[in-house]
C-alpha cells in the first residue's frame, strides 16, 4: 500500500512539473503591469483597447497606407520574432519593411524608452493564447540562433 502511495505521488509529482513547465510568464508582473499601462497610453488609439486593430486591417487607407493591425492573436504580431517586434516599435515599419513602405505608425525611439519598448511587448506578447507564444517564442530562438550562427 505504501509502495502505491509513493508510485501515485511521484506521477502526480511529475504531472505537475510537466504541467507547470508548459506555462512561462512573459514577463514580471510589474514589468507587464507597466507595460499594460504604457499601450493604453500611446498605442491603444490605433491598435485598439482590446488590442483588436483598426476596421479592415488588411485593406489599404485611402491613403493607400495599412491600417493598424491587431495585436491579438488574430494578428499577424505574433509571427515575428522579438527583435523585429522591437525594431518596428522603435524605428517604425517603414525601417524594417522598407522598399518605399510607408506608414502611419512612426517610431517611438523618443517617446518611450527600449525597456518601456520591452514592458509594452511582454504586456501584448502575455494576452497571446499558448499555441501563439510558442510559435512566437519558437521564431525568436531561431532568428537568435541565425545571427548567432551565422
Not at 28 to 43: D, F, N, P
Not at 101 to 106: A, F, G, I, T, V
Request: hydrophobic letters at 40%; aromatic letters at 10%; charged letters at 25%.
Amino acid at each position: 500500500m505504501l509502495l502505491l502511495a509513493l508510485w501515485f505521488g511521484a506521477a502526480a509529482a511529475v504531472f505537475l512539473l510537466a504541467w507547470l513547465s508548459e506555462w512561462r510568464p512573459v514577463g514580471t508582473a510589474s514589468t507587464v503591469a507597466i507595460g499594460k499601462t504604457l499601450y493604453a497610453e500611446r498605442c491603444a488609439a490605433c491598435h485598439g483597447t482590446n488590442l483588436e486593430g483598426q476596421r479592415d486591417w488588411k485593406t489599404p487607407l485611402p491613403s493607400g497606407r495599412m491600417p493598424a493591425p491587431p495585436h491579438d492573436a488574430s494578428g499577424h504580431t505574433w509571427h515575428h520574432p522579438d527583435d523585429m517586434l522591437f525594431r518596428i516599435t522603435k524605428e517604425g515599419p517603414a525601417a524594417v519593411v522598407r522598399g518605399g513602405y510607408q506608414s502611419d505608425m512612426q517610431g517611438f525611439d523618443n517617446i518611450m524608452s527600449d525597456d518601456e519598448i520591452r514592458a509594452v511587448l511582454m504586456f501584448i506578447k502575455g494576452t497571446w493564447p499558448e499555441r501563439e507564444r510558442r510559435y512566437q517564442e519558437e521564431m525568436s530562438r531561431r532568428e537568435r540562433g541565425a545571427t548567432v550562427g551565422g
